[in-house]
T-cell receptor, first 112, second 111 residues
Framework: DGGITQSPKYLFRKEGQNVTLSCEQN?????MYWYRQDPGQGLRLIYY???????QKGDIAEGYSVSREKKESFPLTVTSAQKNPTAFYLC???????????FGPGTRLTVL | GQSLEQPSEVTAVEGAIVQINCTYQ??????LSWYQQHDGGAPTFLSY????GLEETGRFSSFLSRSDSYGYLLLQELQMKDSASYFC????????????FGGGTRVLVKP
């Protein structure tokens, strides 16, 4: 089946540790995105990539880093510089022909 | 930059009709999308309007007026499973392929 996978679904980390969230897609989409969602809020864009080996900062990139070495993969690292990392993180890829974003199931990160 | 406004919450009974309005401000409007998100889940695509008018997909319809910078999502024959948050999102030419999302409207359907 085609789709987007994120792992793990729930993740716990101690304060001060870096953590990397996985995002993989087999939809052959060029564009991929990372969003952060806090309780009762909308989605805020962290980073996005329109093609392999290229990515741009979104609206809240501070404290995060990404890489796009393969078309299928767009991992997000939450660094210790992110002051309030506890949130729900959503990865998405986009079908440019229909302008539709497809979201992964999300990773709920809790920093203790 | 871009900004979108939509109501925070709407409550209705099964079988009713709900309209969720969305007003937006952008520098280079390209299109308005709607997404549904159930609690704890990921957003799923509902509809996309690039041109003025009404797009109908089953019980859900979406409308756009570019001159008024306004759109709405219409949910008809409400069912309990329609209880979710609904987000409007705007694609802006000046912002490349990025989508900017509204804060979401939580729809609660009561029996």
């Amino acid at each position: 089946d085609g789709g987007i996978t994120q792992s793990p679904k729930y993740l716990f980390r101690k304060e001060g540790q870096n953590v990397t969230l996985s995002c993989e897609q087999n939809l052959n989409h060029d564009a991929m995105y990372w969003y952060r969602q806090d309780p009762g809020q909308g989605l805020r864009l962290i980073y996005y990539s329109q093609i392999v080996n290229d990515f741009q900062k979104g609206d809240i990139a501070e404290g995060y880093s990404v890489s796009r070495e393969k078309k299928e993969s767009f991992p997000l690292t939450v660094t210790s510089a992110q002051k309030n990392p506890t949130a729900f993180y959503l990865c998405a890829s986009k079908d440019l022909s229909t302008d539709t974003q497809y979201f992964g199931p999300g990773t709920r990160l809790t920093v203790l | 930059g871009q900004s979108l406004e939509q109501p925070s919450e709407v409550t209705a009974v099964e079988g009713a009709i709900v309209q969720i309005n969305c007003t937006y401000q952008t520098s280079g409007f390209y299109g308005l999308s709607w997404y549904q998100q159930h609690d704890g889940g990921a957003p799923t695509f509902l509809s996309y309007n690039a041109l003025d008018g009404l797009e109908e997909t089953g019980r859900f319809s979406s409308f756009l007026s570019r001159s008024d910078s306004y759109g709405y999502l219409l949910l008809q024959e409400l069912q309990m499973k329609d209880s979710a948050s609904y987000f409007c999102a705007v694609r802006d030419r000046a912002a490349g392929n990025k989508l900017t999302f509204g804060g979401g409207t939580r729809v609660l359907v009561k029996p």
